[in-house]
């Protein structure tokens, strides 16, 4: 039997049920669903750097969003406080549209 030993989704225990296969799950503590939440945000971030079209691309940055709702809410906030942290980021120091890609500054 396979070892994932990771976070999944809420409803994949459900998903494997309906295949017959035997499985076992644990409800991990708030310290460890920090770590793996984080685990499986890097995971994500690789899948979303190794597509190779664009939908592959829009599959896993909706991966990365759904783990963005998970973290904000561990660091006792809402998506649209995150939203308005954003949002006052790029008023205040912009986004990142223009492309820019800072090549040296000066040393005084």
């Keep these: 039997m396979?070892?994932?030993n990771k976070l999944v989704r809420d409803n994949i225990?459900?998903?494997i049920e309906k295949t017959n296969k035997q499985f076992s799950t644990r409800i991990l503590s708030k310290e460890e669903y920090m770590v793996e939440v984080k685990k499986k945000m890097n995971e994500e971030l690789e899948e979303y750097q190794?597509?190779?079209t664009n939908e592959e691309a829009v599959e896993?940055?909706?991966d990365i969003l759904?783990?963005?709702h998970a973290a904000v809410k561990i660091h006792g906030a809402t998506i649209e406080q995150l939203e308005e942290v954003r949002r006052a980021k790029a008023e205040k120091?912009?986004?990142f549209e223009k492309r820019i890609f800072l090549v040296e500054v000066e040393d005084d």
């Design 2 to 4: 396979p070892i994932y």
């Design 66 to 68: 759904e783990l963005m």
């Design 60 to 62: 896993e940055l909706a």
């Design 93 to 95: 120091r912009g986004g």
């Design 50 to 52: 190794e597509a190779t």
């Design 13 to 15: 225990p459900q998903v």
